[in-house]
């Protein structure tokens, strides 16, 4: 997720409009092509930057407080799952990394790619760090945020649901966060052919993922495959974010404080009463 709201998402969604596309973007416009089926901490942001590289316009984290009113718009049953890919088309995106598999399934023209770790002990490991998350956001100021409560149930659907098979409950249980990550894998291997659907670990590089998008040798990129949002790069988000919950009450304490200064400095400057002989 961003740290900040767009300004032109906040304005579409106090006046309760659905902004489908702008006329200067027409050019732009595309359809969903690829999506990222993996679930966070298996190396998803690594394939987006991967994916941009080669030329794609993903939607991930980061996307989403700027497409606030399209989540919350799905959220709330305004447009179905149809409409808001294609939505996210006519905006410019044709890589989607918050699809459920089962459009997936659904649309032949799609080819999906499933991240995954090395073992499920280490996804455990890193997701861990990162589903504190929700709790954070559920904090003050963050959930006096517009964007941040529209999508509140997306990030606990993401964050307590997807990952504990539906029980929120056990969103930080190392066994229930294995199971479900090992059946989600399970679930979606069997869903998508396996001439849509590529299994992959960033480990692998650049060879797996130019093959099944079918670019050419010559276009495939000879640098090394990114590798990007580390657990200590993950720890200093979580760190911060969290922060901000105790630092937030400056914000108002400082100004008040600096003014009552002010006033103080001014009233020591005025000259005192003259007094006269006869005081």
């Known amino acids: 997720m961003g740290y900040y709201e767009s300004e032109e998402v906040k304005e579409g969604m106090a ?3 659905l902004i489908i596309d702008e006329e200067e973007d027409v050019d732009d416009q595309t359809q969903i092509q690829v999506v990222g089926l993996g679930l966070g901490r298996t190396g998803t942001t690594s394939l987006v930057m991967a994916l941009e590289m080669l030329g794609y316009f993903a939607v991930h984290d980061d996307e989403e407080t700027e497409l606030t009113d399209i989540f919350y718009a799905a959220e709330e049953g305004t447009i179905d799952s149809d409409e808001f890919h294609e939505i996210l088309g006519l905006r410019g ?3 989607s990394f918050k699809t459920e598999y089962e459009w997936v399934q659904s649309h032949e023209e799609v080819k999906a790619i499933l991240t995954v770790r090395d073992t499920p002990e280490k996804y455990v490991e890193s997701w861990s760090i990162a589903a504190v998350f929700i709790d954070i956001v559920e904090q003050i100021p963050f959930r006096w945020m517009a964007s941040v409560e529209a999508l509140h149930e997306s990030f606990f659907s ?3 649901e997807e990952t504990t098979g539906g029980n929120p409950d056990d969103f930080l249980n190392p066994e229930v966060l294995k199971r479900t990550y090992l059946e989600y894998i ?5 869903a998508i052919p396996s001439e849509r659907l590529l299994t992959f670990n960033v480990k692998q590089g650049w060879a797996p993922i130019c093959e099944f998008l079918e670019v050419q040798q010559s276009d ?3 640098v090394p495959f990114p590798h990007v949002h580390t657990r200590a790069k993950l720890e200093g988000e979580m760190f911060f974010l969290r922060m901000i919950t105790f630092i937030w009450p400056l914000a108002i ?3 008040f404080y600096c003014l009552m200064k002010c006033g103080k400095l001014v009233i ?3 000259p005192l009463p003259h007094k006269n002989k006869w005081d």
């Open 15 to 17: 006046s309760g409009e």
């Open 93 to 95: 995106y044709n890589a």
């Open 158 to 160: 993401e964050y307590k």
């Open 186 to 190: 399970e679930e979606v291997q069997a």
């Open 220 to 222: 495939c990129p000879t």
């Open 253 to 255: 304490i400082l100004p």
């Open 268 to 270: 020591e400057m005025l």
